[in-house]
């Protein structure tokens, strides 16, 4: 019985660094025999170009069926001014909401051979280790009611709702408390319950989910202080869990503190631990096509997706160890380069990892 | 006829470095007989010991009545678990609206002689002076329905609801406008709206805004990238412009980009220029009472009140020459200080500036 994997390479910079992630894949899949077969499909801008909407219904019945999704980059300006119902983004979101990818898992970890690429201070972040645990299929990217009206004296009003059942709480809750007892123990909760009323159940259900755990130590924080301590102390964090805005704007801010976006992958799962992989960072329009894109995200995707959804430590490892000396060897794409090393294109770098492997 | 200042010291540290913001005043009102008087009201928890609620009847008709207000902190966990609607940050929100003050001065800047106390490397942050006009009196802040319900199935359900109108968005988009073209000349307005359509109609109004003033270079990014790009490169923004909850998220980002929070004044501005002067950092109750806050945020919360609502440019450059000068002469509140400075404590501080005055 082969486990099969979706690959939705994207637009912008994603077929390039799918390229190298597959090469990755497939060595792998050799060398480990782990069974793994794969095939593409069309997210995002390329689906809109070849089938009028950013999900396809074929897409999303081959996600359905298999056992894990592999994605690059979604969307660029060409789709910037199409009708928001069906620009690339939609279909991104369309495809976690479908799949029921409820718990985002993005790790932020600095690489101690590219330390100097972050823009804060080494003693700082020296050996960043945090995983933000991002729910990803609620609150106000799908709340309802939702819109643009016309007031009764003429202006227009948007509007948007957000909005968290006690039960989508308490699953994203037990995500981030299992993944507690694998690292640090620390759970770090964040939100605005001195002002939403929606946060306020967020901190009493994650509490209260918090007893089922005594070992792990829960903290809960206001998203503006979360903001500035990730710049002040980042190191501080184990995980941190939040709702789905906060998430998006933490993970980001925290990707960053380690100055190297293109080295982060992320993962989406729903319930059984099927799971859609990616790297943290978007599909770089500005950069497509030159062939100096960064496909370690990719590849460190690859080795995620092993882990979580195959269960396939060991091959995992082995990817990641695998990064590991590429970067020793001092090769670095340009996003990560800095005086000293050595500047190479995405392809050289996936097939120097392929080499370490 | 005298113009009249509502002074609310509030909670925690906020007697002690009101008493030395208020020497700074009756200094320079001397100086330049600038005829402004003042008196005290309650805010926050100290109104609930004596009166049962955080804005008591009297604070906001005294507030109402003045030309400014000059505000410490309020809150501490004393007052937490006190029913929500009481909370001392009701008194606050409910005095923002109450008193209209829809547009929120937030700079971020880095002192020469602070460069060192942040934790971003130095070629990262030196020179630093972005401002963050965050809008105060709307969005999910004020937005209704807002609450907790009981769905059918048994499970609570917390709700709020993020909302603009076009007349909210251009009259705050004006208040940025026209500060950038007092400073740089570039306004970058911040949004979600690849997925929020609230945020949408946002961009649409300051793009409509931003031609009547064709010399400032208008830029718009997401949440996510803004609090990204403030880590990677803040020097590359002047005014930032967003809603109140980005807002109250990227300013304490962006303030803790210079290391010394407990510098940073802020101001709330009302149509008329009417306006609320408070210090950005909170009310450390921890700290409360040792004489060791620093008083400098609130000491140039004076300075901004006398520039912004009473027009009077050259009293406030005095404290902030006065600032620079205490700084100069290597004195530093515990917060602030590094080796090879002076410590010293919030009176030792406040005095210092009288003195340089
Ligand atoms: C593209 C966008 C809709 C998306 C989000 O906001 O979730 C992205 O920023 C992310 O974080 O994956
Ligand atoms: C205390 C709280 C309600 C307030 C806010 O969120 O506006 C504070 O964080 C601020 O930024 O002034």
């Given amino acids: 019985m082969s486990k099969h994997i979706v690959i939705l390479s994207g637009d912008g910079i994603g077929p390039e660094i799918m390229a190298e992630g597959e090469k990755v894949l497939a060595k792998v899949n050799e060398r480990f025999n782990l069974g793994l077969s794969w095939s593409h499909e069309l997210l995002g801008g390329c689906a809109i170009d070849a089938h009028g909407v950013p999900l396809p219904d074929q897409t999303l019945e081959a996600a359905r069926k298999a056992d894990a999704v592999l994605l690059a980059a979604v969307g660029g300006p060409k789709w910037d001014t199409i009708e928001r119902s069906i620009r690339p983004e939609r279909g991104l979101l369309k495809i976690r909401s479908e799949l029921n990818l409820f718990a985002n898992l993005r790790p932020a970890i600095l690489y101690p051979q590219l330390a100097s690429a ?22 106000i990217y799908f709340g309802q009611p939702r819109g643009v009206r016309t007031l009764e004296n003429g202006e227009r009003q948007g509007y948007n709702t957000d909005v968290y059942s006690e039960s989508e709480i308490r699953r994203i809750a037990h995500v981030a408390f299992q993944l507690a007892m694998q690292r640090n123990k620390k759970v770090c909760s964040v939100d605005k319950a001195n002002v939403l009323e929606v946060t306020e159940l967020w901190k009493e259900i994650t509490t209260e989910v918090g007893k089922e755990y005594p070992e792990v130590q829960l903290s809960h924080m206001y998203v503006d202080n979360a903001a500035m301590q990730l710049v002040r102390n980042p190191k501080q964090f184990d995980v941190i869990v939040t709702g789905n805005l906060f998430g998006d704007i933490l993970s980001d801010e925290a990707a960053m503190l380690t100055g190297s976006i293109g080295m982060l992958p992320s993962a989406s799962l729903d319930q059984q631990k099927k799971g859609m992989y990616e790297p943290c960072h978007g599909s770089a329009p500005d950069i497509a096509g030159k062939g100096i894109a960064n496909p370690l995200a990719t590849i460190l995707s690859v080795a995620m997706m092993l882990r979580y959804t195959f269960n396939e430590g060991e091959a995992a490892n082995a990817i990641e160890t695998a990064v590991g000396k590429v970067l020793d060897q001092g090769l670095r794409t340009a996003d990560i380069w800095t005086e000293g090393t050595k500047k190479v294109g995405t392809q050289e770098m996936g097939e120097a990892v392929v080499a370490a492997l």
Avoid: N
């Fill in 118 to 139: 972050s823009s804060l201070k080494p003693e700082i972040v020296a050996g960043l280790d945090i995983l933000i645990v991002r729910e990803l299929t609620g609150g």
